[in-house]
């Protein structure tokens, strides 16, 4: 089993920043995918970002490229989720994910294991 609790969401004009923490906790690889979704009022989860627990691969959706950056200290265990350039459309309760196979994938039923979610408000 694989815990994860995000962290780090909250109300921010747009043009701002914000840094979104996913604490890790119970039975990682090396090979798992970690990934952020997010999901906004009356519209379906959606893809954010990917990385690969080991090694530096990472996948963006379109609609973030050049603004967000997706990282993670496997020393602390943690994924991390920076945002920069916050636009109101990025308002949505922001998820991480995680699956046990190397392919990173886009879908959210291909992700096993979810967080809790966490609010990002992005205020015009």
């Known amino acids: 089993q694989v815990q994860l609790v995000e962290s780090g969401g909250g109300l921010v004009q747009a043009g701002g920043s914000l840094r979104l923490s996913c604490a890790v906790s119970?039975?990682?690889?090396?090979?798992?995918?970690m990934a952020w979704f997010r999901q906004a009022p009356g519209k379906e989860r959606e893809f954010v970002a990917a990385?690969?627990?080991?090694?530096?691969?990472?996948y963006y959706a379109d609609s973030v490229k050049g603004r967000f950056t997706i990282s993670r200290d496997n020393a602390k265990n943690t994924l991390y989720l920076q945002m920069n350039s916050l636009k109101p459309e990025d308002t949505a309760v922001y998820y991480c994910?995680?699956?046990?196979?190397?392919?990173?994938?886009?879908?959210?039923?291909?992700?096993?294991?979810w967080g809790q979610g966490t609010q990002v408000t992005v205020s015009s």
């Open positions: 990385i690969r627990w080991s090694g530096s691969n990472t």
């Open positions: 119970g039975r990682t690889f090396g090979s798992y995918v």
């Open positions: 994910a995680t699956r046990p196979n190397g392919i990173i994938a886009t879908m959210t039923g291909e992700y096993s294991y």
